[in-house]
């Protein structure tokens, strides 16, 4: 039987017509609620360029206020972008201080933007070792998009899964101890409840650039049914059309969350 979310058109169909119309034949087909962005090949962007790889990461930047401005335009609820890993920081120095600055700049650019388009602005991660300035960034535009109805546009900085579900187990246990959970208490929905992702749903769709394909320590809990899209194109070359592309793609797929 025909899901609601199934499309069955060819990709040759789909591909030859104008981006207007892909992007307006979209919205007749279930649009993922929560998209997860593994933005990767900014460094390869800028060295194919003889840039330093700090420049990938600043046209990446503008990459990302394009493509929440169109997934808030479609409909999506979440879009969770992998920005910083808890791995990240075996990178040289200069590399991360420019990668911990780019919140700010981003925000400082964009955020009556993102206030007039409804968007609200959320991190997870880990907070505690990030620099102040990069925090207080991000805090001030949580704080002023917190009541927002539209795109939840959600930043992993400083983020690991395993990190994340080491850190839920060791909450589990504080709880159990307190009395404050039973044993019976703890199933997948009360583990998910004590991650950082807790207020979102799973993601429906995760799409990563750059032609790896790995998870990198991503969401490993969340992703358990998501249907994934990978591309060559490197983050600072993705654009409006790669993303309509992932999402007709993710139209035509027929997810039966372990049922037939
Ligand atoms: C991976 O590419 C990318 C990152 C580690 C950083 C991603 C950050 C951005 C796209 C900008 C984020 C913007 C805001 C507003 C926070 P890579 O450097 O590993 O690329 P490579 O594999 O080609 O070296």
């Not at 990709?11 to 990767?40: C, F, T, V, W």
């Not at 394009?66 to 200069?94: C, D, H």
């Amino acid at each position: 039987m025909l899901k609601k979310f199934q499309r069955w058109k060819k990709e040759e169909q789909i591909g030859e017509r104008p981006l207007s119309d892909r992007k307006k034949e979209l919205l007749n087909y279930e649009i993922p609620n929560h998209i997860a962005i593994i933005m990767d090949g900014n460094g390869r962007w800028a060295q194919k360029r003889s840039l330093p790889r700090i420049m990938g990461h600043h046209e990446g930047m503008k990459v990302v206020r394009r493509i929440t401005k169109v997934a808030n335009e479609l409909g999506v609820k979440a879009l969770t972008l992998y920005a910083f890993s808890t791995e990240n920081w075996k990178r040289p120095k200069m590399e991360v201080d420019f990668l911990m600055k780019l919140p700010e700049e981003f925000l400082g650019t964009f955020l009556p933007e993102l206030i007039e388009e409804n968007v609200q602005v959320r991190i997870m991660g880990n907070k505690d070792e990030l620099p102040s300035h990069t925090l207080r960034a991000v805090e001030k535009a949580m704080n002023e998009t917190k009541n927002n109805t539209g795109l939840i546009l959600n930043f992993a900085l400083n983020y690991g899964s395993r990190y994340e579900m080491v850190e839920g187990i060791k909450k589990i246990i504080a709880d159990y101890e307190q009395n404050n959970l039973k044993l019976d208490d703890i199933n997948e929905d009360c583990f998910s409840s004590y991650l950082m992702s807790k207020e979102l749903p799973d993601p429906d769709l995760l799409i990563r650039t750059s032609g790896e394909l790995r998870l990198s320590n991503f969401m490993l809990w969340q992703l358990a049914y998501t249907e994934f899209w990978f591309t060559d194109t490197l983050w600072p070359d993705f654009g409006e059309e790669d993303f309509v592309e992932a999402i007709e793609d993710f139209q035509n797929r027929g997810r039966r969350f372990g049922g037939i």
